[in-house]
C-alpha cells in the first residue's frame, strides 16, 4: 500500500498557489454577501479625499486657477486615484491585533503550517476585488461631479494595476510589524497614531508631496510609505517617464522586500513572548 | 429628571471605572496632542498657499478645527462607546439585559459607557479654539459667547442624534462592523466650514448629516458672523430631529428579536 504524499511537499509552488485561490474565491463569496456593509464603509472612506479636494481646489480657484501648478482638474484627478489607492491599501488594522490575541485568534493560526501572513495577504487580496467593483460606481460619480484631467498612456495603465499591488504588499508588511508590538505592550495605539500621523503626512495622502516643505520631501524620499500612496497615484496622474515608471515599482519591491525580512524576524521573536488567552 | 439622575449615576461609575487605568490618561493625551498636531500642519499647509479659505482667515479656521476636536471629544468620550456597546450587544442578542430595566430604553442605551479619558480632546480643543479667538480681529462680545455656548450644546444634541440614528440600523443591518470608520470619515468634514464646499454636498452635510450645523454655526457665533435666523433654525431643526431620533429609536426596537434567551 502505498500512502500519497502531500501536495505540499510534493510541489511547495503549486500547493501556495492552491492555496491563494482557495483563499481568494472564498473571500470573494463571502465579501459579496456584505454589499450594503461595504458601500457605508466606502463613504465614509471617500470623504477623507472629497475634504482634501474641496480645499484645495477651493485655493487653486482663489489663486486664479493653481497651486505650484497643480490645476483644479489635477487635483481632481489626484484624489480620485487616491481613492482606488487607499481601498487596495487598507489591510488587516493593528488595533485588530489586540483582538486576535486577546480571543486567542492567533493560537489557531500557529497551529496551521503557513505563516500567519499568508492567510492575511490572501484575504484581503480577496477582498479587493469586491471593494473595487463596488467602489467604481463612486469612482464613476466623483468623476463626474469634479472634473479630473487625465491623459495616462497604455504603459501608464500596466503600471499603475501592478502598482496598487505593490501598495498592497508594502501597506501590509508595514501594518503587520506594527500589530506586533501588540505581543509587547497593551498600549500600542499610541504607536500605531503616531505611524499614521507620519505616513498622513509623508505619503502623498493629505496633498500631493509637491506641495509639502522641501524637507519633508527629502524625508520621505528615505521611507517606505510614499511607495504605497503617492507612487501608484503618480504612476496615472503625474508625467513620469519610463524609467521612473519602472524605476518605482523596483522601489515597490524593495520595500516589501525589506519589509517582509523584517516582519520574518519579528514574527519570530514576538511570538515567543505569545501567551495564548481565550480558547 | 429621572434621566439626568441615571445617566450622572452611570456617568459616575463609568468614571471610577476608568480611573483606575491611569496611563490610559496618558495615552489619551499624547493622542489628542497629535490630533491637534496635524491639524495644525494642515492650516500652515493651506494657509503657506493662500491668504484666506473662502473668507475664512487662519485664525477663524483655528476656531473651526478646535470646535470640531472638542465636539470630538465629547462624541468619543461618552457618544459613541454607547453607541458601539449597542451595535454590539444587539448582534449578540444581549440587548435584553438593558431592555428588561425598568427605565426608559433610549436613556439607558445612550448613558451606559463613558471612557472618560478620551475627554482630554474637549481640554485640548478648547485650547485650539481659544488660541483661535484670541488671534481674531474682532472682538467677541457677551452675546456671541453666550450664543456661542447655547449653539455648542444643541451641535452636540444634534450628533448625538445622529449617531443614534447610524446606530438603529442595527436593527435591519446586523453587520455593523462599518460604523465607526463610517461616523470619523464623515465627521472630518467639520474641519471646515461648510460654506467651501459644494452645494449637493453643504446640503447634505447640514440636514442629512447635521455636522455643519454642529460645528459651522457655533465657529460662526464666534467670528461674528451669525445673525439671529441660523440659530433659531438649527434650535428648531434639533427639536425636529430629537423627536425623530425617539420615534425611529422605538421603530427600530421593534425589530429586535433578541437572540441570548
Redesign the interface.
Same mark, same amino acid.
Given at each position: 500500500m502505498s500512502t500519497v504524499e502531500p501536495l505540499a511537499r510534493q510541489n511547495p509552488l503549486r500547493a501556495m498557489a492552491d492555496f491563494y485561490l482557495t483563499t481568494i474565491r472564498t473571500q470573494l463569496q463571502t465579501q459579496f454577501q456584505y454589499r450594503a456593509a461595504t458601500y457605508m464603509y466606502l463613504i465614509g472612506m471617500v470623504a477623507e479625499p472629497v475634504i482634501y479636494l474641496v480645499v484645495w481646489t477651493t485655493i487653486a480657484e482663489q489663486n486664479g486657477g493653481s497651486v505650484q501648478g497643480i490645476s483644479t482638474g489635477q487635483f481632481a484627478a489626484y484624489y480620485i486615484v487616491w481613492t482606488l489607492v487607499r481601498n487596495m491599501n487598507i489591510v488587516f488594522t493593528p488595533y485588530g491585533w489586540e483582538w486576535r490575541i486577546r480571543d486567542g485568534e492567533l493560537s489557531a493560526a500557529l497551529l496551521r503550517p503557513l505563516h500567519p501572513i499568508h492567510y492575511d495577504i490572501a484575504q484581503f487580496a480577496g477582498g479587493k476585488v469586491i471593494w473595487v467593483a463596488l467602489y467604481l460606481p463612486i469612482a464613476a460619480g466623483l468623476t463626474l461631479v469634479f472634473d479630473p484631467v487625465f491623459t495616462a498612456t497604455a504603459l501608464e495603465v500596466v503600471v499603475f494595476l501592478i502598482a496598487i499591488w505593490g501598495a498592497y504588499l508594502i501597506r501590509t508588511m508595514l501594518l503587520w510589524l506594527l500589530g506586533m508590538v501588540t505581543f509587547w505592550t497593551t498600549r500600542g495605539s499610541a504607536i500605531f497614531e503616531t505611524y499614521i500621523m507620519a505616513e498622513l503626512l509623508l505619503s502623498g495622502r493629505l496633498v500631493p508631496l509637491e506641495l509639502m516643505p522641501g524637507w519633508a520631501q527629502t524625508l520621505s524620499d528615505y521611507l517606505p510609505f510614499q511607495w504605497a500612496f503617492y507612487f501608484p497615484i503618480q504612476t496615472l496622474v503625474g508625467d513620469l517617464s519610463a524609467g521612473e515608471l519602472v524605476g518605482g515599482l523596483g522601489m515597490q519591491a524593495l520595500w516589501t522586500a525589506v519589509g517582509a525580512f523584517l516582519v520574518w524576524v519579528c514574527f519570530r521573536a514576538s511570538v515567543k513572548k505569545y501567551t495564548a488567552v481565550g480558547n | 429628571m429621572r434621566a439626568a439622575r441615571v445617566a450622572w449615576m452611570f456617568f459616575r461609575l463609568g468614571a471610577l471605572n476608568e480611573l483606575q487605568y491611569r496611563?490610559?490618561f496618558f *495615552?489619551a493625551a /499624547?493622542?489628542s496632542m +497629535?490630533s491637534v !498636531? *496635524?491639524a495644525i *500642519? %494642515?492650516l500652515k @499647509? &493651506?494657509y503657506s498657499?493662500?491668504a =484666506? +479659505?473662502?473668507g475664512w482667515s487662519e485664525a477663524e479656521l483655528l476656531c473651526v478645527m478646535g470646535i470640531q476636536i472638542l465636539l470630538g471629544g465629547v462624541i468619543h468620550a461618552a457618544i459613541q462607546p454607547n453607541m458601539e456597546r449597542l451595535v454590539e450587544e444587539v448582534r449578540d442578542g444581549k440587548l435584553d439585559h438593558a431592555l428588561t430595566k425598568p427605565e426608559d430604553s433610549q436613556v439607558l442605551v445612550s448613558v451606559r459607557d463613558v471612557r472618560i479619558w478620551r475627554a482630554v480632546e474637549v481640554i485640548s480643543g478648547a485650547a485650539v479654539l481659544g488660541v483661535g479667538v484670541a488671534r481674531l480681529d474682532t472682538e467677541i462680545g457677551l452675546g456671541d459667547a453666550a450664543s456661542f455656548g447655547g449653539l455648542l450644546l444643541v451641535g452636540a444634541v444634534l450628533l448625538y442624534c445622529f449617531w443614534l440614528i447610524l446606530a438603529t440600523g442595527v436593527f435591519w &443591518?446586523v453587520?455593523? $462592523? /462599518? @460604523?465607526a470608520? +463610517? /461616523? =470619523? !470619515? %464623515?465627521y472630518?468634514?467639520g474641519? /471646515?466650514p461648510i460654506g &467651501?464646499?459644494?452645494s $449637493? @454636498?453643504r446640503y447634505s452635510l447640514t440636514y442629512l448629516i447635521p455636522i455643519g450645523f454642529a460645528i459651522t454655526v457655533p465657529a460662526e457665533a464666534v467670528t461674528s458672523r451669525l445673525g439671529w435666523t441660523t440659530p433659531v433654525g438649527m434650535l428648531a431643526f434639533a427639536v425636529a430631529l430629537f423627536a425623530f431620533t425617539r420615534w425611529f429609536w422605538f421603530f427600530g426596537l421593534r425589530r429586535y428579536s433578541g437572540a441570548s434567551a
Open positions: - | 496611563a490610559n *495615552v /499624547f493622542q +497629535l !498636531g *496635524v *500642519v %494642515v @499647509l &493651506i498657499h493662500t =484666506e +479659505l473662502n &443591518i453587520h455593523m $462592523w /462599518f @460604523l470608520d +463610517l /461616523f =470619523e !470619515g %464623515v472630518q468634514t474641519r /471646515f &467651501i464646499y459644494p $449637493w @454636498l
